[in-house]
């Protein structure tokens, strides 16, 4: 049996995508929030499987992983996270790095030879690499049209990612990666007034709107922190909106915190885009919080323990 497990924003879609455009498959779709992000575990793997993983820390899946493993399953591993010690295996096929202005759609458009490389710049706008998608975006030859229109899709596809369950989603994960796998080129999306483009478009300017009416509860040189409510609009428009502030204010760091239904909050922390490194190793400092160099969250930060947060991150920036 095969297995496609990616997580479940744009760059997990996408980095699918690619592979499943340049290699037609059948499998089974292993997806969710992009929080969600221990899916190796949902796998009850066998000899002769074939495992296709995208986008997801090995750190936090090695044991599951090391398991897969010794069932005698085949495993492709591709991934711009904390990976900690990679297995050393025959049945393993790894391509990991962790460089801070790359991501896991970028890593398959190179394994891929550049097959669908519009989408892997939309990839990476959708993951906030906005120097390193407009690099490539000019490098291809796109108009500046062209790239706006690539960065809002990369954007509308990460924005409906973000929640603390399938629910609080426009499309659960696995749907629309099905939606756009009918498109080999992400202006043909643009191009399809039917297509998931235009919902998410209407929906996510509704969402920042709520989002823009809310003052900053801290503020200082090296960090801006917001709240916003326990609503499902918070969290889907937590992770964009960190992106949206970071990009105003390169300098500083950002950090968006979500109010959970238990009172803790769920945290998008973004390290200032002229300092891109930290956010992973402050974030997994806490307990449940984990990511990479320039982004990075928490999912329950108890509210007697913002203050320490803060202290934290304005200690490393």
């Known amino acids: 049996m095969n297995y496609d497990i990616f997580n479940g924003d744009a760059d997990g879609i996408i980095a699918l995508l690619q592979l499943r455009l340049a290699t037609p498959q059948e499998s089974t779709l292993i997806t969710g929030v992009k929080r969600d992000i221990n899916l190796v575990t949902k796998v009850d793997a066998k000899t002769g499987d074939n495992l296709t993983v995208l986008d997801i820390s090995m750190e936090k899946n090695r044991a599951a992983l090391e398991l897969v493993l010794s069932s005698g399953a085949e495993v492709f591993y591709a991934d711009h996270h904390r990976a900690g010690d990679i297995p050393e295996h025959e049945n393993l096929s790894a391509h990991i790095d962790l460089d801070a202005n790359t991501c896991t759609a970028l890593i398959v458009d190179k394994l891929l030879n550049g097959q669908f490389h519009e989408w892997a710049i939309t990839a990476a706008y959708g993951d906030n690499l906005i120097a390193k998608a407009d690099e490539l975006a000019d490098a291809a030859g796109l108009f500046c049209e062209q790239k706006s229109q690539l960065k809002e899709l990369g954007t509308l596809i990460n924005y409906n990612g973000y929640g603390a369950k399938v629910d609080d989603l426009h499309f659960d994960p696995a749907v629309l990666y099905e939606a756009l796998l009918a498109y080999s080129s992400p202006f043909d999306v643009i191009a399809d007034k039917a297509s998931p483009f235009y919902q998410l478009q209407a929906a996510y300017q509704s969402d920042m709107d709520n989002a823009l009416a809310i003052e900053a509860q801290h503020k200082s040189e090296t960090l801006g922190l917001f709240e916003l409510p326990n609503e499902a609009w918070s969290r889907r428009i937590s992770g964009v ?32 885009l002229n300092n891109k490194q930290g956010a992973g190793e402050i974030c997994s400092s806490f307990a449940t919080g984990g990511g990479r160099e320039a982004a990075a969250g928490i999912n329950a930060l108890p509210k007697a323990s913002i203050a320490e947060f803060i202290t934290v991150v304005e200690g490393k920036y």
Not at 249 to 264: I, K, M, R, Y
């Open 241 to 272: 909106y960190g992106n949206l502030l970071a990009n105003q204010n390169p300098d500083s760091a950002h950090a968006v915190l979500t109010q959970n239904a238990d009172g803790t909050y769920m945290v998008s922390l973004r390290a200032p």
